[in-house]
Nanobody
């Protein structure tokens, strides 16, 4: 399975960006996809996740109300619409996919729940 993320860039504080991540590479079941991010000098953190079949979403508190995760099932693509961006949102954003559903919902914000990762796309928010 390969994940290709795109859409990052430089934006002013208060601006918007939409990230995309396409999954490819043969036959696989998608149970959920997620976005994580890693700011300079910090550990990677959970941002948002979406159930592939039920579309249920979950967000880290710091982005709730500003970011929206969505998916296009036929295109095997997950999106992250980011509005009202802040300088503290500056990070490399990674998409991830869960293809074997080994973990229950309490683990969905943890990296261990995801089997494959994209290469990351850089988002820089200037003040």
């Amino acid at each position: 399975v390969q994940l290709q993320a795109s859409g990052g860039g430089l934006v002013q504080s208060g601006g918007s960006l939409r990230l995309s991540c396409v999954a490819s590479g043969g036959t696989f079941m998608t149970h959920r996809m997620a976005w994580f991010r890693q700011a300079p000098g910090k550990e990677r953190e959970f941002v948002a996740t979406i159930g592939w079949n039920d579309g249920r979403t979950s967000y880290v508190e710091s982005v709730r109300g500003r970011f929206t995760i969505s998916r296009d099932k036929p295109k095997k693509t997950v999106y992250l619409q980011m509005n009202s961006l802040k300088p503290e949102d500056t990070a490399v954003y990674f998409c991830a996919i869960d293809v074997d559903s080994r973990y229950i919902s309490s683990y969905y914000a943890q990296e261990r729940a995801y089997d494959y990762w994209g290469q990351g796309t850089l988002v820089t928010v200037s003040s």
